[in-house]
């Protein structure tokens, strides 16, 4: 057993969403390919959870998606 990690691990690139129970503050980031795929996820987890758009990962940063009607 050694020392946990203390730098947060860099996200891949992707399109990033975060789905949540309703009323709760935490939830699990859920990470798609491609666009289509992001919105594909959304409209699956929207009836039954909470779902907050991050952005789109590009070498470890996340860049708010503009031309997202959500």
């Given at each position: 057993?050694?020392?946990?990690?203390?730098?947060p691990k860099d996200l891949r690139d992707g399109f990033y969403?975060?789905?949540?129970?309703?009323?709760?503050?935490?939830?699990?980031?859920?990470?798609?390919?491609?666009?289509?795929?992001?919105?594909?996820?959304?409209?699956?987890?929207?009836?039954?959870?909470?779902?907050?758009?991050?952005?789109?990962?590009?070498?470890?940063?996340?860049?708010?998606?503009?031309?997202?009607?959500?």
């Open positions: 057993m050694g020392r946990p990690a203390s730098k969403i975060e789905v949540r129970n309703k009323n709760k503050s935490t939830g699990v980031k859920i990470r798609r390919d491609t666009k289509e795929q992001l919105l594909a996820a959304i409209e699956e987890y929207k009836e039954s959870k909470d779902v907050v758009v991050l952005g789109e990962a590009k070498n470890g940063k996340l860049i708010p998606i503009p031309d997202l009607d959500k």
